[in-house]
Structures are given as C-alpha cells and as structure tokens.
C-alpha cells in the first residue's frame, strides 16, 4: 500500500489578500525543500525585503531567494508570459539565477494579451459595479480555462502553437467586438511572444508527477497560496472576488496533491484588515486611524499601485476563513503599525436589527448588519528590534492571547516589520 505519511504544507491569506504571505514563505521556505504556487497569476504580489533590498514577486514563488530551494509554478496557476519574463530579468539584475531551482507546469494555463484586453473592457462596461480587477487578463484566462478553450504551457512546445494561438486570438478578437472599447495589443503581444521563447528554455514539467515524488522521497514541500480567502471564487465576498480557489483546497486541484497529503495549513492574517478594490468591508475606517494605518503600513497594492482601503480586525471573517482553510498555525503581520494608537478595536461580532450574528452573512454586499467592537489596551514603542515574545509589550501579549483563545489556533509566528529579520517565532 502507498505511503501518505508524507505531507505538503500550505501557506495561504486568511483575509482579502496583502496579508504579507511572500515574507513568510521567504523565511519558511529555507526549511523546504520545495515551494510551489497553486493558483492565481500575476494579480499577486507577494513583497520580500532583506539586505536593504525590495522585491516584488508576481508568478515566481517565494523561495526562489533560497538557493538549495526548488520553485514550482503549479498548474492552478495562469502566467503571462511577458511578465514572467520581466520579473525574471528583475531577479537576474539582482544576482539571483531563478531558472536554476525553477520548474513550470506544463498544465498551467497561458494569459493571452487578449485576455488583458477582454478584463479591460469587461471591466469598463460595468461602470459604477465594477469588481476593481488588476486588469491582468486574470479572469478571462480562467474563463478559457474552465470552456476548455485556453492554452497551456505545454502547448508552445507543439508544432502548431502559433496556429493555435491565432484561433483563439480571433475568438477573442469576436468578443471584444460586442463592446465598445477600443484597445491596442501589437505592442505587448511583441514582448508576450519574447515572453514565450523565454518559456521555452525553462524546465517545463509534468509537475504532478514532481510534486508527488518529491513527497514520495520523503521530501519537503510548501505550497503558496496567493490573494486571501475572502477573496475565493466560491467562499468569498462574491461577486467581488478572483477568479480561483485561494483556500487550502486549492493547494490539491492546483499542484495535484491529494487530500491526504495536505500536512500543516499556515493562515496568515494582519492585526487589521485591508482590502484593495471594490467589494464589502464591513470594518472600514473611514477616520484618522483608517489613514493612519494607511500610512504607517504603507498599505499601497504592489500590483496596482492602489491605496488600500484599511480597517480593524475583523473576528467573524477570521473565524470563517479558518474553519474553511483547516488551519492547524497562525501568522500575524504588522502587529508593529498599530503601536501607538489611542485604542485597538476587533469586531467581535455582527449585529442586524435584534439578531447577533458570529458568522459571515450569505449576502456581505446587501447584508444590514454592523459590526460590533470589542476595544482593547493599546501598546507602543518601536517593535521592530524585538526577537522574543516575553519582550512584547504586555498590551499585544493579551492581543494575540485573545485572538488565539476566539479562533482556538495558535500563532506560531508573529512579523513586527517588513525586512526578512524582523520575525518572531512563539
């Protein structure tokens, strides 16, 4: 009988993504022998700083900065060539070879430049209902995915990719014809086809096959979830969403790991909340503290360059989000920005009218229930030096005590800045 004793781990966002997933893998990952992507594309941007240095991932996993590390993009996930290559150049420049440790899925999906385009008119049309899409082409490559319709990966080693590539050009070319949107793809369509050469001398693979014999060896693997769970296609603040399974489950369709093998699930969460685009939020602040937050957080999307919308942690959300994900360890960021407010506030719970409500309404965008703050003793001082949990300030130590006591999870590991040495394992 096989042996499932082995299992992969996964990381993943417990919130509306940003939650500071890619530091996380970068210092976990030296305990892997594998990082792997399993969903998304490069509507993410997973931000890593170390040695004075800022990076910004978009398709390549977080471990690629770990030399004895090896990355898988899985095949969950889509890419756009052109900025695969792009973000490849980037990591060159900085003295980093990713082609050495990196593998791509030969099932992963292909963001065509018309994919771009159909996001950017689909968008428009909407007007005042738009759902804030990055505008990479993300959704309608899912949408070809899902109508069998899309290109893969292990499609431009075929004879006949351009032809094929052609074909479901002049399908899109028929769609983009119903709006009245004008747009230009000759340019970009120029870098994704440089993009695609790029492609070509990688390590394209049947990464199922990788995946599970790296586990079958008795090997390491750590699966990186982009967005956040609020955000999933079918367990987020729908319609306002991506276009993908970000929760723990997705880890299994987007790498081929069976339920089975599914080891530790890290969540990872902010002291507060943020979310980018449009979509429910109940605990926004729309006050000093919301642009506080903003501020001190620097709490600008790395991928659209958009100010983020702030506000604080929100129990109900995170309760779900757990319970969805099985998460077994928690990870809480940015502990360090909201040092020196007046007050800390967490929403305990919803109320609508009479009902009290500890749990996410079906319908966030239409719902009337407001929630309910619980406020707790502030902490201050510049936490950013701080290694040891018996030197935090005895305000955030009954923080964390009452989040770990609400969700029944501990937390593993606390972030008190953005550089990679500024973590504190409990």
């Not at 790498?255 to 449009?278: D, E, H, M, W």
């Not at 958009?306 to 319970?323: S, T």
């Not at 009290?356 to 239409?366: E, F, Q, S, V």
């Not at 929630?371 to 949990?389: A, Q």
Request: glycine share 10%; with cysteine.
């Amino acid at each position: 009988m096989r042996d499932y004793s082995n299992k992969a781990d996964v990381l993943l966002g417990l919130q509306w993504g940003d939650e500071g997933k890619g530091k996380v893998v970068d210092i976990l990952a030296e305990r892997y022998d594998m990082a792997s992507r399993f969903q998304g594309g490069p509507n993410a941007g997973h931000t890593l700083e170390f040695d004075g240095k800022k990076f910004v991932l978009h398709t390549i996993p977080s471990g690629i900065f770990r030399p004895q590390v090896l990355n898988l993009v899985g095949n969950g996930v889509v890419i756009d060539p052109a900025i695969f290559k792009q973000e490849i150049e980037e990591l060159v420049a900085a003295g980093v070879d990713p082609l050495r440790n990196l593998f791509i899925s030969k099932k992963a999906h292909l963001i065509l430049p018309s994919h771009r385009a159909l996001d950017a008119a689909s968008e428009a049309s909407k007007g005042k209902t738009k759902i804030g899409s990055t505008l990479k082409g993300i959704g309608p490559a899912y949408m070809d995915k899902t109508g069998r319709n899309g290109l893969r990966v292990g499609d431009i080693l075929a004879p006949n990719f351009a032809e094929r590539y052609q074909a479901l050009l002049e399908k899109h070319q028929w769609l983009l014809r119903q709006y009245d949107f004008a747009y230009d793809i000759r340019d970009y369509q120029a870098r994704w086809f440089e993009g695609i050469e790029l492609l070509r001398q990688a390590r394209v693979v049947d990464s199922e096959n990788l995946v599970n014999q790296m586990l079958d060896q008795g090997k390491t693997v750590l699966a990186e979830g982009a967005q956040g769970t609020l955000l999933d296609i079918d367990f987020g603040t729908f319609p306002y969403v991506t276009s993908s399974n970000t929760i723990s489950a997705g880890a299994c369709t987007g790498l081929g790991v069976p339920p089975n093998r599914i080891g530790k699930v890290f969540g990872v969460f902010k002291a507060y909340t943020t979310r980018v685009g449009s979509g429910p939020f109940p605990t926004e602040l729309f006050d000093d503290d919301g642009a506080r937050i903003r501020r001190v957080g620097r709490e600008v999307g790395a991928t659209t360059g958009r100010d983020r919308r702030c506000g604080w942690l929100d129990l109900p959300a995170l309760k779900y989000a757990v319970m969805v994900n099985g998460v077994t360890d928690l990870v809480m960021t940015k502990a360090d920005v909201l040092s020196g407010f007046a007050q800390v506030k967490v929403a305990v719970e919803y109320h609508d009218g009479p009902d009290r409500l500890d749990n996410l309404p079906y319908d966030m965008n239409n719902t009337t229930a407001l929630p309910v703050y619980r406020s707790f003793e502030p902490w201050s001082g510049d936490l950013g030096g701080l290694r040891r949990v018996e030197d935090f300030p005895a305000a955030l130590r009954s923080y964390i005590d009452f989040i770990e006591q609400e969700l029944q999870v501990p937390i593993r590991v606390v972030s008190l800045g953005p550089d990679r040495s500024q973590i504190v394992f409990t």
